[in-house]
C-alpha cells in the first residue's frame, strides 16, 4: 500500500505556469506512478504517465506543455504545467502501481492502479 498526497494546486490566468507535487509514503521504485485529472461532469483521464524505467507518456492535449519528472530519493512526483488553459481546469490526482503485465501509458484502464491521493485542483481562467 503506497500513501500520496498531492499539492500545489491553485488558481492561474490562461498562460500560466503551476507545478503538482506528489509525496509518496512506501516503495514505489518498481511502480508506474502517474498523474490523472478529473473535470466537473467529465470522466477522469490520464494525463501522464513516468514508468520505473524512466520512460513518459503523456496525452495529446498536454504534450509540449506539461511535463512529468520523479524523485526517486524523495520520492515525489511532479507535473510542470507551462502555458495552462481553461481547458485545463480540473481535479488532479496522483496514482501509482506495480504492473506486471498492464503498460505504463496514460491508456493504461484507471482500475489498474489502486493508490491514490485525494487530489489537488487546478482553475486556469482565461
Known amino acids: 500500500q503506497v500513501r500520496l498526497v498531492e499539492s500545489g494546486g491553485g488558481s492561474v490566468q490562461a498562460g500560466g505556469s503551476l507545478k503538482l507535487s506528489c509525496a509518496a509514503s512506501?516503495?514505489?521504485?518498481?511502480?508506474?506512478m502517474a498523474w490523472f485529472r478529473q473535470a466537473p461532469g467529465k470522466e477522469r483521464e490520464g494525463v501522464a504517465t513516468?514508468?520505473?524505467?524512466?520512460?513518459?507518456d503523456y496525452i495529446d492535449s498536454v504534450k509540449g506543455r506539461f511535463t512529468i519528472s520523479k524523485d526517486n530519493v524523495k520520492n515525489m512526483l511532479y507535473l510542470q504545467m507551462n502555458s495552462l488553459k481553461p481547458e485545463d481546469t480540473a481535479m488532479y490526482y496522483c496514482?501509482?502501481?506495480?504492473?506486471?503485465?498492464?503498460?505504463?501509458?496514460?491508456?493504461?484502464?484507471?482500475?489498474?492502479?489502486?493508490?491514490w491521493g485525494r487530489g489537488t485542483q487546478v482553475t486556469v481562467s482565461s
Open positions: 512506501g516503495y514505489t521504485s518498481t511502480h508506474c
Open positions: 513516468f514508468d520505473s524505467d524512466g520512460s513518459t
Open positions: 496514482a501509482t502501481d506495480r504492473f506486471l503485465f498492464t503498460r505504463c501509458l496514460v491508456s493504461a484502464p484507471i482500475n489498474a492502479f489502486h493508490n
